[in-house]
């Protein structure tokens, strides 16, 4: 190991190494609260080691997911050797440090909180912590990052947020040559990305005795090149029958995991105990705490917090201990308490657009057979002292 580097021994890539500038990012109390939200929000493990799935984990994880694609890029593309093969290092050092930071302002329980807290998102939450931070660490840290203005701590915020047509928001510009960039976090184009990449990695790991898809899509990213006007990722058309199963490994994630019943049925439960307990920090309701408006409060929101603040509430319960879900049948009456709703798009409604870039022989492009379907379903549910009944209708899916 390099003098000065910090070595992280990860389930799914083994030893990370971070700089020195990196881990002082790392010990910051904002990335710090990232070990207490879990990864999965209610999702319980059948070993009962839910909490160690945390968005900690997955933002160092998704960092050094894009070291490793960067280095591909600079591999695999043939342009970049007019620059010595190299990524111009304040959009390299942009990227890796939005792809470790991107998640820095999720709320308590991960996308659960996005069903409590009206319009929360994490994405624009995360842009004063990026603030906070670089205000924090040493100042001689990140020259590149900080020259013209800042120029490329405002880049990261931009990256998080993954909108090249929101650019214009963050005061600066990317030349159309390394335009790219943009599709390597948070890739609203093409919808692959490191993060992604990481948390199905990741999430297989611990889930794999729940659902255990094929999980051959390494190359989709270790392939890919830049194109020639700089402005998009293409991938390998021989990768296509790959880039099919990243998706459909994320289909099978949400129906198997994510968006079990269970699930989706006890983010509402949180819902509901929140809003009535009107719960607070530092005299500010918890749904309205972001950490642009009061930043002590936020570095306290967090899973465990929560859960302190509505223990009173009696739907509480249901959150914390061993709780029973019962699914009646069609012909058995509900007493409806609540209702929440599935969506999970098939894979093709990915798949089928023209916003993806190829490279090499459109003949290596393999014929694949989508068995995705789109789910709509609708779930009502009510509540007893330790039991959950619900029902599950099938909707037509939306056209």
């Given at each position: 190991?390099e003098?000065?580097?910090y070595?992280y021994d990860d389930?799914?890539?083994g ?8 881990q ?12 207490k939200l879990?990864?999965l929000?209610?999702?319980k493990?059948n ?23 960067l280095?591909?890029l600079?591999r ?7 620059n010595?093969?190299?990524?111009p290092?304040?959009y390299?050092?942009a990227?890796?440090l939005?792809a470790?930071?991107?998640d820095?302002?999720?709320g308590?329980?991960?996308h659960?909180?996005?069903h409590?807290?009206h319009?929360?998102?994490?994405e ?18 990140f020259?590149?990052?900080?020259e013209?203005?800042n120029y ?8 998080i947020?993954g909108?090249?047509?929101k ?10 040559k390394?335009?790219f960039i ?5 890739n ?7 993060d992604?990449?990481?948390y199905?990695?990741r999430d297989h790991y611990?889930?794999?005795d729940?659902c255990?898809p094929?999980?051959d899509?390494?190359?989709?990213f270790?392939q890919a090149?830049?194109s020639?006007?700089g402005?998009h ?6 990768d296509?029958g ?12 949400h129906?198997?995991c994510?968006?079990l019943?269970?699930n989706?049925?006890l983010d509402?439960?949180l819902r509901?105990?929140?809003n ?7 005299g500010v309701?918890?749904?309205e705490i972001n950490?642009?408006?009061n930043?002590?409060a936020?570095l ?5 917090k ?6 009173k509430h009696p739907?509480s319960?249901?959150?914390?201990g ?10 058995e009456?509900l007493k409806?308490?609540g209702?929440?709703?599935?969506h ?7 798949l089928?657009c ?12 393999p014929?694949?057979t ?7 379903e609708?779930?009502s549910?009510y ?6 009944f619900?029902?599950?209708d099938i909707l037509?899916?939306?056209q």
């Open positions: 190991m003098k000065g580097m070595k389930v799914v890539y030893e990370i190494y971070l700089s020195e500038e990196e002082e990012i790392v010990q910051t109390p904002q990335f710090q609260r990232l070990k879990k990864q929000g209610h999702l493990f070993n009962g080691l839910e909490h160690t799935h945390n968005r900690f984990n997955h933002c160092i994880g998704t960092f050094h997911a894009a070291k490793l694609m280095d591909a600079e695999n593309t043939p342009w970049l050797l007019g010595n093969n190299k990524i290092l304040v390299r050092k990227v890796l939005a470790l930071l991107h820095v302002g999720h308590p329980f991960s659960s909180w996005e409590v807290a319009n929360y998102e994490h624009k939450i995360g842009f004063a912590c990026v603030d906070k931070i670089f205000a924090t660490i040493k100042k001689t840290f020259p590149e990052l900080r013209n203005d490329g701590v405002c880049l990261i915020k931009a990256l947020q909108k090249i047509n650019l214009s928001s963050f005061s600066i510009e990317v030349p159309e390394y335009q943009f599709e390597i976090v948070s609203e184009h093409q919808k692959i990305d490191v992604k990449w990481d199905l990695k611990h889930l794999k729940i255990s094929d999980m899509f390494d190359d989709v270790l090149s830049i020639q006007c402005k990722i293409q991938y390998r058309y021989e296509y790959r880039i099919y199963k990243l998706f459909a490994a994320r289909w099978q994630f129906r198997k994510y968006l019943p269970n989706a049925i509402d439960i509901i105990a929140v009535e307990t009107k719960a607070k920090i530092n309701n918890i749904c950490a642009e408006n930043m002590a936020f306290e929101l967090t899973d465990e929560v859960l302190e603040l509505i223990e739907l319960k249901l959150l914390t061993q709780t029973e879900f019962c699914r009646l049948q069609d012909n009456k409806e308490s209702q929440t709703k599935i999970i798009p098939s894979v093709m409604s990915y089928n023209d916003n993806f870039q190829f490279s090499g022989d459109p003949k290596d492009k014929a694949v989508d068995e995705t379907e789109t789910i709509e609708a779930i549910f509540t007893d002292e330790t039991k959950i619900y029902k599950i037509e899916p939306k």
